[in-house]
Structure formats: C-alpha cells, structure tokens
C-alpha cells in the first residue's frame, strides 16, 4: 500500500514563471490539504480539497490555486512566483469518515531563483 | 488567534538522556492535539493523537501529555538514540474546521553521541 506521494522531489524556477506540484493520497483517502514550510518553520495551511472542491483556505494569495481529480490525486499551482514562495511544500491526505489522521507526503523542495 | 507555540525552539542532549518538549495552544474550539517528528526536508510522521478527554498517551518512548484546561501539551522522550535528531511539531486541529491544521514552529532536536 503506498503512501502519500508526491512530484517532483526538487524543483528550481525562476521569478515569474509558474509551477506545479502533485500529490497522490494514500489509498483510500478522500481528502487532500496542501501546506507550506519555510525552512526552519512549522508548515503553514494553504488549503484543502475534498470532493474536488476548495472546502478550507489559509492565508495564502489567489496565485496559489489547486485542483483535485475524480481520483482524489491534487495538484498545487503557484503563479508568478517570488523568491519567498521558496519552501518545502507538502501534501497531506485523509479520509473524512475517519479519524482525521492526516499523513504527509515527503514533500516537494521549491526553488525560486 | 489561533495559535500554536513551542519550546525550547532547539534542544541538544546526550544520548540515553530523557528530554520534554512543551506545547501551548490557544486554538479553539479543539478537537485534537498531534505530535509530528521531521527529519529534515521530509514530510512529518505522526507519534501521537490526543483528543479532549485523553490526558496521556505513548508510543514507544515517546510519551504526550495533555492538560485541556490549560491548553498545554508536552512530548517527553525516554532513553533517548541518535535517530530522535529532528523536528518535533506539535499541532492542533480545530472542530469542525474541516480538519485544518495549525501547526507549531516545532523543537528542532539534537541527540550528540
């Protein structure tokens, strides 16, 4: 049973240009959040798709944006970037009739240079 | 505010000592308090789940602690190995918020041989 994966490993972009990142969830998982860690922070909440609707948003600008497949898969859009979206960026999934247990994926390390 | 504080912020012990990391919330209404490990540049691996009524729970050499009246928590490691270098998060999930997740700045771990 594999876990919460994501792509790609590393990324490295340049100012401006607009990248995308992607999360498959643990088998038999419904729901996925999204979540920004700057180094040496605690992750920040950029949002949460179930259903394949936005259900939940941080505090994050409209050049982040997401998506969710009818396979539950998500992926993560960041527009414009600026060197500060430079971060490790993580997918965690779970099941809403479960316990709310969310698992993380190992992440995707951005690169704004 | 909805806010998750930490301490110490880093913490270097010997190995085969006993260390606690602590844990205050102010996030509300609660529904669960978490403990993450994070090794560096992967994604957070849960150690423990606390709901209201749980005051105590282990795995393995890990034990969490929670005081809901006073919104404190604390992780106490036992024995410590040179593997428990890393990140420790704690996290709390507000109910009926859709399982979004605020999360601390994390206690960044160093066990030295």
């Known amino acids: 049973d594999a876990g919460v994966t994501q792509s790609p490993t590393h990324l490295i972009k340049t100012r401006g240009q607009q990248v995308t990142l992607r999360c498959s969830p643990k088998?038999?998982?419904?729901?996925v959040s999204w979540y920004q860690q700057a180094l040496g922070q605690g992750p920040q909440f950029i949002f949460q798709?179930?259903?394949?609707?936005?259900?939940q948003r941080g505090n994050f600008p409209d050049r982040f944006s997401g998506h969710q497949f009818p396979n539950y898969s998500s992926e993560l859009n960041v527009n414009a970037l600026l060197l500060g979206d430079s971060a490790l960026y993580l997918c965690?999934?779970?099941?809403?009739?479960?316990?709310?247990?969310?698992?993380f994926g190992p992440g995707t390390r951005l690169t704004v240079t | 505010k909805n806010q998750v504080e930490q301490s110490p912020q880093s913490l270097i012990i010997l190995e085969g000592k006993n260390c606690t990391l602590q844990?205050?919330?102010?996030?509300?209404?609660?529904?669960?308090l978490r403990w993450y490990k994070q090794d560096t540049g992967r994604g957070p691996v849960s150690l423990t789940i606390m709901t209201f009524s749980e005051n105590t729970k282990s795995n393995g050499r890990y034990t969490a602690t929670l005081d809901a009246d006073t919104k404190q928590s604390s992780l106490h490691i036992t024995a410590s190995q040179l593997s428990d270098s890393a990140s420790y998060i704690c996290v709390v999930s507000r109910y009926n918020a859709g399982n979004m997740l605020t999360f601390g700045g994390g206690t960044r771990l160093m066990v030295k041989p």
């Open positions: 798709y179930y259903e394949e609707e936005e259900r």
């Open positions: 844990c205050n919330y102010t996030v509300s209404p609660f529904s669960n």
């Open positions: 965690a999934s779970s099941f809403e009739g479960g316990s709310y247990e969310q698992y």
């Open positions: 088998s038999g998982h419904d729901t």
